[in-house]
């Protein structure tokens, strides 16, 4: 039982970070307004933090909602809704990822086109890899969740085994050997269960 309530605790833990990711995604375009229009301390290439922050707020937001609608689409069983709602994100997941690149970048050491090339090519491979490492999140939680419920109901199967055991009669040479096979078979059992749960952990 309580090998699943970490596993739980794990996914709470996920889905906290998103929850403060949606945070950081409705605050971030409203953060220029922190910073002074007369400043003149240039930023990334930009004439002061603010117009710097301006055009980083969006960005932000767009990369964050698409990460979690990347993870929530691994949970969708409907095969073509899937497929949508995991393209969209790939595609929300590179364009922002390009603007914030992009907003990083002083044009200055190459020519201009081969900086957008480079931005493209990579915000598009980033896309594509954020959206695998999601899936693979999302599978092994799901997958880790399941083992650990199940955990619980083998443990109650292996104590009536071992309470099988205890209970049979030592008088008799074929209930003994039978009992002792029990018995090996009960700590064999809980072996095995101790070693998925140090796994688990």
């Not at 953060?31 to 290439?45: A, R």
């Not at 999601?134 to 997958?143: A, D, E, I, Y």
Request: charged share 20%.
């Amino acid at each position: 039982m309580s090998k699943s309530l970490e596993t739980r605790v794990k996914i709470n833990i996920i889905v906290l970070l998103f929850t403060l990711g949606a945070t950081v995604a409705a605050v971030a375009p409203f953060l220029h307004i922190m910073f002074p229009k007369e400043s003149q301390v240039e930023v990334f290439g930009f004439r002061n933090a603010r117009t710097f922050c301006y055009a980083l707020g969006m960005p932000i937001t767009i990369f964050v909602s698409a990460l979690i609608m990347s993870f929530i689409a691994n949970y969708i069983k409907d095969k073509p809704i899937y497929k949508i709602v995991r393209n969209v994100s790939i595609v929300f997941l590179s364009v922002a990822s390009y603007y914030i690149l992009w907003t990083f970048s002083a044009f200055s050491d190459f020519d201009p086109m081969f900086y957008y090339i480079m931005i493209i090519a990579v915000s598009i491979s980033f896309g594509l890899l954020i959206n695998r490492f999601l899936k693979f999140v999302s599978t092994s939680s799901g997958k880790l969740l399941k083992i650990s419920s199940n955990i619980s109901n083998l443990d109650e199967r292996i104590k009536t085994v071992n309470h099988i055991a205890n209970i049979m009669p030592d008088d008799n040479e074929d209930i003994i050997t039978y009992k002792a096979m029990v018995d090996i078979t009960g700590d064999n059992l809980e072996e095995t269960i101790s070693e998925i749960k140090n796994d688990l952990n």
